[in-house]
């Protein structure tokens, strides 16, 4: 039987995370490690100038105070080092992870970590509106990882799959999509006197065809093959002029 790491950022705690390590363990051999609180927007945080402590709540279930890639760290590298995970499966977060807003995620940060440490990984997200259900996207998970475990898979494979709030009308190849930049910073004043700031502003994306967001607007599953290469490839092709400049700036440092 194969044998699955969960973790997320939404809290050891979390419904998702209950019914997705319910749904997986029906067809798995499943290890629960996840932060001990909430750590939505800890990205790819890891924790390095303090001790973690780990506590175990049940026979396969654990709780870190760290950050989600703490969590995956800590169960590969210790908890799971003589009997490695197949696969590190990161959600059912509470809201969808998508386009430019992926680095931000510690639930898609973990999956970044288990596919660095070499184990193949994916990220649920459901979407959050009225007639969203953590059971049907738990269901709709325990289906789509059967199907990878099907196969032997890509050690670098990264899917990160967003799921809509109404019950899904198939699954679609996407890209990430584009955020039109609308976060605003918002200035208070405490009962002090002093400035304090939030950031906050809701999403809006641009409709584009082929995106993660567009799937979802049509009721679709998306789901987004990721890798942790940044490098701007065209950028390789294109800044050559630009590069050509750069080439007396290395002169003379020394004096
Ligand atoms: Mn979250």
């Not at 051999?29 to 939505?40: N, Y």
């Not at 100038?49 to 760290?73: A, I």
Request: glycine share 8%; charged share 25%.
């Amino acid at each position: 039987m194969a044998r699955i790491l969960i973790t997320n950022d939404d809290g050891v705690f979390s419904e998702g995370l209950k019914l997705l390590a319910d749904a997986l363990g029906e067809i798995a051999r499943v290890t629960v490690v996840a932060p001990d609180r909430e750590q939505s927007a800890s990205g790819h945080s890891l924790t390095l100038h303090r001790p973690l402590r780990m506590q175990q709540l049940q026979e396969n279930l654990f709780s870190v105070d760290g950050t989600p890639t703490d969590c995956v760290n800590l169960a590969v590298l210790w908890l799971m080092k003589d009997s490695p995970p197949d696969l590190v499966v990161s959600g059912i977060n509470f809201g969808c992870n998508m386009g430019d807003d992926v680095t931000y995620s510690g639930t898609v940060s973990a999956t970044f970590e288990g596919t660095l440490l070499g184990i193949p990984s994916v990220a649920f997200s459901q979407e959050v509106e009225e007639q969203f259900s953590f059971e049907r996207a738990a269901k709709f998970a325990q289906r789509f990882i059967g199907v990878l475990l099907d196969e032997p898979l890509p050690e670098d494979l990264l899917l990160n799959v967003n799921i809509p709030a109404e019950s899904p009308r198939g699954v679609e190849l996407t890209r990430l999509g584009k955020r039109k930049y609308k976060q605003v910073v918002v200035e208070k004043e405490d009962p002090r006197g002093k400035r304090y700031f939030w950031i906050a502003g809701t999403p809006e994306w641009q409709e584009e065809e082929g995106t993660d967001q567009a799937a979802l607007s049509a009721g679709l599953v998306s789901v987004t093959p990721l890798h942790l290469d940044l490098t701007d490839y065209r950028g390789l092709e294109s800044y050559g002029d630009l590069a050509a400049r750069f080439d007396d700036l290395t002169g003379d440092l020394e004096t």
